[in-house]
């Protein structure tokens, strides 16, 4: 599913984020270290190899909404975005630190004029973070967002299996 808002795309995709090649910049649901992990920082940490953990290390330790940026290392992107979202029932108000984590991305993602970003759904894999209060969170802060927005031209959603990718393409629908 794909929409286009004031010049900006953005989409859903099901697939895999470490293998975004036509995007200058992933973001990594990274953990509070910006160290390898599972998931999406697992996933990340291996296909960029250990470069992107050392030059993360003094970058960290990140806080709930924080987002930090690195070279992208062996990935076929320039950057990694970590964000650190919330965890669901501990780190409050996890809403308005969910909503931190897209805007702080997008934020670095302007001020180092990258046109491309691929997000996975931050919070919902280990952090707990309920798939559809998430989604609903991510796509109103990004509605929000996109009038601002000068460089960034595509902003994708790269959803792990057909479950997330429906929830995410109905609430997508709802908010644009």
Do not use: W
Not at 123 to 128: E, K, P, Q
Not at 139 to 153: A, D, E, H, Q
């Amino acid at each position: 599913m794909k929409k286009t808002i004031s010049g900006v795309t953005v989409e859903c995709i099901s697939g895999d984020i470490a293998s975004q090649k036509d995007v200058t910049a992933v973001v990594n649901a990274a953990n509070a270290r910006l160290q390898p992990g599972g998931g999406v920082a697992g996933a990340l940490h291996r296909a960029a190899g250990p470069g992107l953990e050392e030059e993360g290390r003094p970058l960290a330790p990140i806080r709930p909404g924080e987002a930090v940026i690195t070279g992208a290392h062996n990935l076929p992107n320039d950057y990694v975005i970590h964000c650190l979202g919330p965890v669901y029932g501990v780190d409050r108000p996890e809403e308005t630190l969910l909503a931190d984590c897209y805007r702080n991305a997008l934020r670095l993602a302007e001020e180092n004029s990258i046109d491309s970003v691929a997000f996975p759904s931050l919070s919902t894999g280990a952090f707990g973070y309920p798939m559809e209060e998430a989604a609903n969170v991510a796509f109103k802060t990004i509605k929000n967002i996109i009038p601002g927005l000068r460089s960034v031209r595509l902003i994708r959603f790269v959803l792990f299996g057909s479950d997330a990718l429906e929830i995410h393409e109905q609430a997508m629908a709802e908010i644009f």
